[in-house]
């Protein structure tokens, strides 16, 4: 075992059990328990500055994913019908769309964009919708 798994070991398990692991290595060093308690007084600085969003916001921006889901699904449906393919295809035919940048971080503020992005089908292009296949 690698000293960078003893430290881990050491540090102790309730840390661990506090912290939520992202990829597939262990993390090099896990936060303290004075590490913990500045990140709490960190957030409540940050929450009392207003630089959280309100549970309305998140719950527009959800809406907000949402519809631009709705519509880039339609468009795709349309422009695979106005295509000529079957109507097997139209039906299957669908969308995913992604997030990324601060959002997906979850460090957006109140009032961020929302950077998304919209994977279709292969034969779907930006040119349809600019040549008003929608």
């Given at each position: 075992?690698?000293?960078i ?23 090099v ?62 039906e299957?035919?669908n ?40």
């Amino acid at each position: 075992m690698s000293s960078i798994d003893n430290a881990s070991e050491a540090s102790g398990s309730s840390i661990q059990n506090a912290v939520k692991q992202y990829g597939i290595t262990n993390p090099v060093s896990l936060p303290t328990n004075p590490d913990l308690q500045r990140l709490a007084e960190l957030e409540k600085f940050l929450a009392e500055a207003g630089l959280y969003e309100s549970e309305e916001e998140t719950t527009k921006r959800q809406e907000v994913l949402l519809e631009i889901e709705r519509i880039c699904k339609e468009w795709v449906k349309q422009f695979t019908l106005q295509r000529g393919y079957t109507d097997q295809m139209v039906e299957e035919a669908n969308v995913v769309i992604f997030t990324f940048g601060s959002y997906r971080l979850g460090v957006h503020g109140p009032g961020d964009d929302l950077e998304t992005l919209c994977v279709g089908p292969s034969y779907v292009n930006r040119g349809g919708l600019l040549n008003g296949a929608a």
